[in-house]
């Protein structure tokens, strides 16, 4: 044997090696947990304690910013319908790389008020990373994952959400005491180390990385699949009543003043760290199906929860369940359209994307749906609870339907 053919035999040896392998696998995951970091948490979350600053410092009206926050959801949603074809374009782990870049120059971009519609361009493309990231992070990282670790790998990647939502709560209110466009700034900086930090940690592309999505559509779904797309949907909607009026039913609803509202919002925020963790170890033990199962149940209890009682300790466990499932939900649908598509790198991409889309469309739609029916009965709050844990219960009646129905042989 030659040198040349005992050095690439040694290296052989090495990559096979279980623990190289782990190692690989986790440093892909804290890679996707930058990108979700970056895309889904500052890029979302972050916007929503500047908007006072964005009031007081007299940028726009109270008009342009709900229509600037509705630009980052509709972003969001142009994301998801377009990853795929990004990713066939210049290939999925370069797509990443440049939502990253994308994302952090929309902060750099958003510190100074140049006009409405420079904002609002830069809050779509913003929400645009978010929804190409959401697509592609996990779908380029999860192939590389043994199917034994696929849920904690998944829970770790889409933590990132998690920690937006906190550092929404914390870090952007300390940035707001040197100034609205210092804290702009201090997001980008943020946002260019874990982009700087995450380049190189990503897996090789492959083939399957930009191959034409034309092999996805000779697959017909299953059932199971096709209902999966709803039930990811209906999540969305039972979502809603937390992520957009939790602060607001306890600062105005109970009328104790915004700090109370505040710090249900930083439980919410902690239990969107541990959530995605804590499902995804629970995918791998019992079973993506089961697990799904029981996270519809326990999400319609939390969701439900302030119908049934507003005191402290129901609202405490409501906000952190609820919290912990926003993206928590993530790694088990993830993880079951592999069980559902185990043999197809290229479809389980596809049902992905499909279900992203489906998620995007339902949450924007619940979040004015649900803006309106506020305003029509009044401020009732109740109402919206309710008609989220009923989305949610929906949800799990899907899937006990499906799993009593006789499969085809």
């Known amino acids: ?79 998801a319908l377009a990853a795929r074809a990004v990713a066939n374009r210049i290939g999925a782990v370069r797509a990443l790389r440049a939502m990253m870049l994308l994302a952090t120059l929309s902060f750099f971009a958003s510190s100074a008020p140049v006009s409405f519609t420079w904002f609002f361009a830069w809050r779509f493309l913003s929400g645009l990373t978010g929804g190409i990231i959401m697509v592609l992070a996990a779908s380029v990282i999860l192939p590389h994952t043994s ?19 906190a550092a929404s709560g914390t870090l952007v209110p300390l940035l707001l005491q040197q100034g609205l466009q210092q804290s702009w700034y201090g997001l980008g900086v943020l946002s260019a180390v874990l982009t700087l930090a995450s380049w190189w940690n990503w897996p090789a592309e492959t083939k399957a990385d930009s191959v034409p999505s034309h ?27 937390h992520m957009v009026f939790i602060v607001d039913f306890v600062a105005r609803g109970l009328g104790q003043g915004i700090a109370a509202g505040s710090r249900y919002w930083v439980l919410y925020g902690l239990g969107a760290i541990v959530g995605p963790l804590v499902t995804g170890h629970l995918g791998d033990r019992s079973g993506f199906g089961p697990a799904l199962r029981a996270a519809f149940l326990i999400e319609a209890a939390a969701v ?88 949610v219960v929906l949800a799990l009646a899907i899937d006990l339907a499906l799993a009593l129905t006789p499969r085809e042989a």
């Open 1 to 79: 044997m030659t040198d040349a053919n005992m050095k690439q035999h040694m290296e052989t040896r090495l990559h096979q090696q279980p623990g190289s392998t782990s190692r690989q696998a986790w440093r892909y995951a804290v890679a996707g947990l930058s990108a979700s970091l970056v895309g889904l948490g500052l890029a979302r979350f972050s916007y929503t304690p500047l908007i006072p600053a964005l009031f007081a410092a007299k940028w726009f009206s109270a008009s342009d910013v709900v229509y600037l926050g509705a630009a980052n959801l509709a972003g969001y949603l142009a994301g």
């Open 147 to 165: 199917p034994a670790r696929r849920g904690i790998v998944g829970g770790v990647i889409f933590a990132g959400v998690g920690l937006g939502v």
């Open 215 to 241: 092999q996805a559509k000779h697959h017909r779904s299953s059932p199971a699949a096709r209902a999966l797309l709803v039930q990811y949907g209906l999540n969305a909607v039972a979502l809603v009543p």
């Open 304 to 391: 439900l929860l302030p119908t049934v009682s507003t005191a402290p300790l129901s609202l405490i466990v409501s906000s952190v369940v609820v919290g912990g499932f926003t993206p928590g939900i993530v790694p088990l649908v993830l993880g079951r359209i592999h069980e559902l598509v185990p043999h197809s790198t290229e479809q389980q991409r596809a049902t992905w994307s499909h279900a992203t889309t489906s998620f995007a469309l339902f949450q924007a739609a619940a979040a004015y749906g649900f803006s309106w029916i506020y305003a029509q009965t009044g401020g009732d709050y109740l109402v919206l609870f309710g008609l989220g844990g009923g989305a």
